[in-house]
């Protein structure tokens, strides 16, 4: 199964783009206590159908982000995993895009401004 894990923050058309391209069989939304990111995680899930969970993570603390997506990454082991690194904080972001390349797992990145992929 296709899993796509996006980390949720102030934009929602890199999460469209990013599954509308790679038609995941299942969508990870990954969202912070911001108010923001948990509306736009809403938001997303109604427009988004299928399959999916959402996991609330940190967005500032390094460690705590890659534990908890760790322990996402060994819940999906038998899964092909890729994740959205668009959205987030930097911190999320890197934090995600570092271990994903660790376990040498796809990342892909939504690049509205240009139309790239």
């Known amino acids: 199964m296709k899993v796509l894990f996006h980390l949720i923050s102030g934009q929602t058309m890199p999460v469209y783009i990013a599954s509308k391209i790679l038609k995941p069989e299942k ?5 912070t206590s911001a108010s923001d990111s948990n509306r ?20 500032y603390d390094y460690r705590a982000i890659s534990k ?11 899964d ?22 660790q376990k040498d797992l796809t990342s892909v990145y939504v690049d509205t401004e240009n139309r790239d992929f």
């Open 68 to 78: 908890s997506l760790l322990k996402l990454i060994e819940q999906y082991k038998d």
């Open 80 to 101: 092909e995993c890729i994740l959205n690194f668009t959205g987030g904080t930097k911190i999320m972001s890197v934090a995600s895009f570092n271990l994903f390349s």
């Open 27 to 31: 969508n990870v939304y990954l969202y």
């Open 40 to 59: 736009n995680k809403d938001i997303i899930k109604n427009v988004i159908s299928g399959d999916s969970d959402e996991n609330l993570i940190s967005a």
